[in-house]
């Protein structure tokens, strides 16, 4: 099969990914937080975002290379953490794990995956990260980040935009708990999803493996969004990140960051990188765009700066660069090709993108990543069919990057 041809955009994929899961997974997968207005918001910010054209530039070789945090990567992109991350495909983990490790890519995982550090330790390349939910007890902080490390994790990832569960109302909708709980209506949506449901089968229903060794107690009246994590888990201050910064070698980056005033600090406290994020719509849905705030962080900060939130495409990457990223993270795109495609998913995407982000290249001028003129603010951004439902909420959209 042409994948190609067949599925030439995420549009594609992000399709038959929801013809092959349950629509209460799908929920989970797609949705934001509230109205979803930050999601809309990431999407329209992007689209603002322009290129000049550039002409007669000849035949170009294009390389796609970058270096960041002292790494050379053979692409400017990398798998950001998703939470139960088994849930929407069986083996997600392994499978992401797998295809970074062919390509050379960072890929993350979550301290709320249903895979833990040792279940995907054999299938982990060089770029390896691990992303920490905060725990409160500073025992299990030490035992977690031992367990990264001998895993082969290399970058630890502090996430910071999470101090507590975000009410998803899209996901209570769906019926969706945490744990996943089996109901008749649950059973009825799995039945129509033979794929999904045999991969579960041989896999088991998953659930957060990494924390199995700290959970004493049952689940204590915690909302439907909420999971067991959250009976571990701290909000973090600036003491908890100089605390990981004196107990972590390796690279250390903090995520969610969406204001300059917090880079001079985060210096200050001997983070490697900081990671620009608005969690993708799915915690606050009053936050900027991700791609908004990142001109003022970069002339706030000289430490690496890694971009995520929206990005569907390689024209989103080279707008992330061009504004000041030094790398580009993706969640729900990676997500939406392993349901899509399986194993073949993730190689797929990895090309697609690649080639997108040439055809854009050539149609400004730029052979390589750092060839990348200022962008240009688009008036508005061009409509999208079919057109996004009606938000019912006043947006600050109008800003210019």
Known sequence: MDLNAKYPGLSDLKDRARRRIPKFVWEYLDSGTGHEAT?????????????????LHGELTFDLTTQFLERHFPLPFGISPIGMSGLIWPDAEGR?????????????????????PEDVAPHLGEEAWFQMYPPRDPEIRKDLLSRARKAGFKTLVLTVDVPLASRRERQTRSGLTQPPRLT?????????????????????????????????????NLPPTAHIGYLLRASPDWDYVRWLRDHWTGPFIVKGVLRAEDCMPLEQAGVDAIW?????????????????????????????????????????????????ADFVMM??????????LGDQGPAHLIDMLSQDLMANMGQIGAATLSDLPDPIPLDEAPPRKPPPAPVPVATAASGRP
């Open 39 to 55: 999601k809309a918001r990431n999407r329209a910010a992007l689209d603002r975002v322009g290129f000049a054209p550039s002409i």
């Open 96 to 116: 992401l794990a797998r295809a970074a490790a062919t390509a050379s890519l960072p890929y993350t995982l979550s301290t709320v995956a249903s895979q833990s």
């Open 276 to 324: 620009i994020s608005n969690h993708a719509g799915r915690q606050f849905d009053a936050a900027p765009a991700s791609i908004e705030v990142l001109p003022a962080i970069r002339a706030a900060t000289r430490l690496p700066l890694v971009f995520d939130s929206g990005v569907e495409g390689g024209l989103d990457i080279l707008r992330a660069l061009a504004l000041g």
């Open 184 to 220: 008749p209506r649950l059973l009825a949506q799995i039945a129509t999803r033979p794929a999904w449901a045999l991969g579960m089968a041989r896999q088991g229903m998953p659930h957060m493996r990494t924390l199995d060794k700290y959970i004493t107690g049952a689940q204590k």
């Open 331 to 340: 969640g729900r795109a990676w997500h939406f090709a392993v349901a899509a």
